[in-house]
């Protein structure tokens, strides 16, 4: 699962792929419509590589969450954002048992599984990445 060059824009609905750059705006496309827009340095952009949830250990990356849940969905659709409040808590205890109730907000979840369904129905969610990368460091271990 690559999330690199995946973003969120504030105030504007579903997720965007970077495709171009210019000298004051990026071009990006809807993961939804595949219409592109232009984003300014004015907007607030969010990185999907760079998000993560809060955990009482240590926070982790938004890319283990949903490999998480993709191994439990079998790389199929998750729960709807529009589920109830309870359901999608309860869901997120079973693919995180530890995350920190306190300081992710019952938006944040909606937010986390509406996310989760568009990189999915844009072909992005995959187990084969981990797969290969788990190989390269199962190797790694074995040079040394």
């Given at each position: 699962?690559?999330?690199?060059?995946?973003?969120?824009?504030?105030?504007?609905?579903?997720?965007?792929?970077?495709?171009?750059?210019?000298?004051?705006?990026?071009?990006?496309?809807?993961?939804?419509?595949?219409?592109?827009?232009?984003?300014?340095?004015?907007?607030?952009?969010?990185?999907?590589?760079d998000i993560s949830i809060y955990t009482?250990?240590?926070?982790?990356?938004?890319?283990q969450v949903y490999t998480s849940l993709?191994?439990?969905?079998?790389?199929?659709?998750?729960?709807?954002?529009?589920?109830?409040?309870?359901?999608?808590?309860?869901?997120?205890?079973?693919?995180?048992?530890?995350?920190?109730?306190?300081?992710?907000?019952?938006?944040?979840?909606?937010?986390?599984?509406?996310?989760?369904?568009?990189?999915?129905?844009?072909?992005?969610?995959?187990?084969?990445?981990?797969?290969?990368?788990?190989?390269?460091?199962?190797?790694?271990?074995?040079?040394?």
């Amino acid at each position: 699962m690559d999330l690199s060059g995946v973003i969120s824009i504030s105030g504007k609905p579903g997720l965007f792929k970077v495709v171009a750059q210019s000298k004051n705006n990026i071009i990006v496309e809807s993961l939804i419509d595949n219409k592109r827009i232009p984003a300014y340095s004015t907007d607030r952009i969010s990185a999907l590589e760079d998000i993560s949830i809060y955990t009482y250990e240590e926070d982790v990356p938004l890319k283990q969450v949903y490999t998480s849940l993709a191994k439990k969905e079998d790389c199929k659709a998750g729960p709807s954002h529009k589920e109830s409040l309870n359901k999608l808590t309860s869901y997120l205890e079973e693919i995180l048992p530890d995350y920190d109730q306190d300081r992710v907000y019952p938006s944040d979840i909606k937010k986390l599984f509406q996310w989760y369904n568009i990189l999915q129905k844009a072909g992005l969610i995959t187990l084969e990445e981990e797969k290969e990368e788990e190989n390269k460091e199962e190797g790694e271990k074995a040079e040394k």
